[in-house]
């Protein structure tokens, strides 16, 4: 089967990107390099195609109940523009995807899924329609998303683009009407810097873009220092750090898991997890030396294999050799001496918080 184009494709050819699938997308990878893409979101601002993810709208009567009953965060009584992220897990408390839940007025929902689970979250919730009041409305083919990230992103949003943004707080959205068309803006990234989310239609995306990459203020960016970005400041990728068998706790993602709420799909599971402990969790790992742990590679601790590395690079913010791990409790706690097997030698490092490189949002 062919992969999906986005509605930048034919800007990121013409820019001369390296292109590679991604999540059933041909998506640009980098521009120019990953080093000196990722600095540029760091030091100033870049943006993000971001028009693979995946958009679905809810409302109606049920709404709240329904998203609630499919959702570990508490969103009950949210200000309009509140912005949550959370999960949606299977009864065994393994998880469907990660997402956001944008609030946009009583009873109606914005929920964005990853591009690589479209199908397979669509499909969940249609599963679960069955006595809820609702409309369902999968709308990712009619969205565009631009990710405009890095401690100048405010000002490039106000004077470059003329989108007003600066009095949204962190995870706060709101609906701007421009040129006789809804526009979603977000204080929201997955970068760890300051930044903003944009959704929109095609037509108003492309034009967005072409703004952004015309003003020299702004660095197009691909999805190569996309995971570098989100990497060091320890955010998740589904089907690295969280999976249909890696469930919120294990991935150390408990706190968006609200059992108190009430009865949500996987909340049985949940509470038994944090009560009773989990078998295995995801941890960071700091090697000795300049040794680049990759996925898939195997974790040791005293000879004996514990784990294996989920996302691992060299930070290009730090210059550390750094990974994620899934690795066992017993081995997990902080300082304690692990090694990593790259090839037929094992490197030494220990266990670090998941946190390389210190987030940076606008609160």
């Known amino acids: 089967m062919e992969n999906k ?59 709240e109940r329904y998203v609630s009953h499919l959702f570990t965060n508490d969103i009950a009584g949210a200000p309009v523009g509140k912005v949550f992220y959370g999960m949606m897990c299977y009864p065994n408390g393994g998880v469907v995807d990660d997402l956001l839940v944008y609030c946009m007025g009583e009873n109606d929902y914005f929920l ?39 401690p100048e992103a405010e000002a490039v949003m106000e004077e470059v683009l003329h989108l007003p943004c600066r009095e949204l707080t962190f995870y706060t959205a709101k609906t701007l009407q421009l040129d006789g068309e809804e526009v979603i803006v977000s204080r929201t990234g997955y970068t760890g810097e300051d930044g903003f989310e944009i959704y929109a239609s095609h037509d108003f995306i492309r034009q967005q873009w072409r703004m952004l990459v015309s003003s020299g203020r702004c ?9 570098t970005l989100r990497f060091e400041v320890g955010l998740p990728l589904y089907g690295h750090e969280l999976s249909a068998d890696i469930s919120p706790v294990m991935a150390g993602l408990g706190m968006f898991c609200k059992p ?18 989990v078998p295995q969790r995801v941890v960071g790992v700091e090697l000795e030396g300049k040794a680049v742990p990759r996925h898939g590679y195997t974790v040791l601790h005293e000879g004996k ?9 060299q930070s290009i913010s730090t210059g550390k050799s750094v990974c994620m791990a899934l690795i066992d409790t017993s081995a997990a706690a902080l300082d304690t001496p692990v090694e990593v097997q790259i090839r037929k030698k094992t490197f030494p490092g220990k266990v670090v918080k998941k946190r390389f490189y210190e987030k940076r949002y606008k609160r």
């Open 219 to 227: 660095k197009p960016c691909g999805l190569g220092c996309r995971d």
């Open 5 to 63: 184009k986005t509605c930048l494709y034919d800007e990121h050819v013409a820019l001369g990107a390296l292109i590679s699938p991604f999540g059933g997308f041909d998506m640009p990878i980098q521009y120019t390099s990953i080093i000196d893409e990722h600095n540029a979101v760091r030091q100033a601002c870049g943006v993000f195609d971001v028009s693979h993810m995946g958009e679905v709208r809810i409302s109606g009567p049920d709404a």
């Open 260 to 277: 108190d709420k009430g009865e949500f799909i996987g909340r049985e599971a949940l509470i038994r997890q944090k009560a009773e402990g």
């Open 305 to 313: 294999p514990v784990g294996v590395v989920t996302t691992g690079y």
């Open 112 to 150: 964005v899924i990853n591009a690589a689970n479209i199908d397979k979250d669509v499909a969940w919730m249609e599963e679960h329609l069955e006595g809820y009041d609702v409309q369902f409305d999968h709308c990712s083919d009619r969205y565009g998303q631009l990710a405009v990230q890095g």
